[in-house]
């Protein structure tokens, strides 16, 4: 089946360490997207990327950092720079729908920083 | 700047009463598209709907209908006789067409609707 990918479910990591949450689509999207969720707040833009080896920062890049060096794969690194790193992170892609552009989320990581 | 307004936080009714999903937005562009997402307990996000800002009219799918209004900026959603599998977070969704980049789009969240259906 297609779609997105993201594992684990849930995460947890002590307070300084580095953590990587995967993401993979088998979409065949260009686009890829990670999002952050704090409770009853929406989402906010870390990081999209447009092609493979290219990426911007977005509302909220601080302390994170990504690379996309496959069509399929996005992965997002939390590091100790990140401040308040607990929440749930949720991955998406996107294809051009020739006038718009939809985007489809994976099922999310809920990150536990103890 | 691009901003979205979801005034009421948390909605419970019981089921099979109406229930109407408010959506204010805010945007500097001519051009620009809303969306609505749903949000189950299992968190992925589910495509609703999306709306090209050029398109008011108002769409009606099964139980669902929506109510765009340039007038008042705003995009509202309604599910008609509520069940308890309507019961999620719900999400309006806005993208100005300069946000969209080679192909990416950035998308701009209200806080989101917790719409809880009673039985």
């Known amino acids: 089946d297609g779609g997105i990918t993201q594992s684990p479910k849930y995460l947890f990591r002590k307070e300084g360490q580095n953590v990587t949450l995967s993401c993979e689509q088998n979409?065949?999207?260009?686009?890829m997207y990670w999002y952050r969720q704090d409770p009853g707040q929406g989402l906010r833009l870390i990081y999209y990327?447009?092609?493979?080896?290219?990426?911007q920062k977005g509302d909220i890049a601080e302390g994170y950092s990504v690379s996309r060096e496959k069509k399929e794969s996005f992965p997002l690194t939390v590091t100790s720079a990140q401040k308040n790193p607990t929440a749930f992170y949720l991955c998406?892609?996107?294809?051009?729908?020739?006038?718009?552009?939809?985007?489809?989320f994976g099922p999310g990581t809920r990150l536990t920083v103890l | 700047a691009q901003k979205v307004t979801q005034a009421q936080t948390e909605i419970s009714v019981v089921e099979k009463e109406d229930v109407t999903l408010d959506c204010v937005y805010e945007?500097?562009?001519?051009?620009?598209?809303l969306f609505w997402y749903k949000q189950p307990p299992s968190g992925e996000l589910v495509f609703l709907i999306r709306?090209?800002?050029?398109?008011?009219q108002n769409e009606i799918s099964g139980r669902y209908s929506w109510n765009f209004q340039k007038s008042t900026s705003s995009f509202n959603f309604t599910i008609t006789a509520s069940q308890v599998v309507d019961s999620a977070v719900y999400f309006c969704?806005?993208?100005?067409?300069?946000?969209?980049?080679?192909?990416?789009?950035?998308?701009?969240f209200g806080q989101g609707t917790r719409l809880t259906i009673n039985p």
């Open positions: 969704a806005l993208s100005e067409d300069f946000l969209v980049i080679q192909g990416a789009q950035k998308l701009v």
């Open positions: 709306r090209n800002s050029f398109d008011e």
């Open positions: 998406a892609s996107s294809i051009d729908l020739g006038g718009s552009i939809e985007q489809f």
């Open positions: 990327s447009q092609i493979v080896n290219d990426f």
């Open positions: 979409l065949n999207h260009d686009a």
């Open positions: 945007t500097r562009d001519t051009t620009y598209y």
